[in-house]
Nanobody
């Protein structure tokens, strides 16, 4: 099982930016699926973005499309989430997730937290108004 460690969270004013990082404990192949989810207090875990570099697959939640960008650096075994134009409703704990399943995933599988095997412990993002 791959260990994932998030970093980069913090407190930022509305309209500001943050860049989250997720470092994997071992080299992951380009077919490894990476996702970002978030969870606000009292809410369910929510899909934010996902990618599978082989095949050029990238998905975003409608709520972050045009503001957030997922990217990866295979040499560093790290995936990033650049968050711009942050809003108070973006406040949550952000989790990095990954999965190496060889099964074919539908689009809906990328959006479901139940699809992912590997999880980080999360990093807090707080956006003040």
């Amino acid at each position: 099982q791959v260990q994932l460690v998030e970093s980069g969270g913090g407190l930022v004013q509305a309209g500001g930016s943050l860049k989250l990082s997720c470092a994997a404990s071992e080299r992951t192949f380009s077919s490894y699926r990476m996702g970002w989810f978030r969870q606000a207090p009292g809410a369910e875990r929510e899909f934010v973005a996902a990618a599978r570099w082989s095949g050029g697959i990238i998905y975003y939640a409608d709520s972050v499309k045009g503001r957030f960008t997922i990217s990866g650096d295979n040499a560093k075994n790290t995936v990033y989430l650049q968050m711009n134009s942050l809003k108070p409703e973006d406040t949550a704990v952000y989790y990095c997730a990954g999965d190496s399943s060889s099964l074919l995933w539908r689009k809906s599988d990328y959006f479901s937290h139940r699809s992912y095997r590997d999880w980080g412990k999360g990093t807090q993002v707080t956006v003040s108004s």
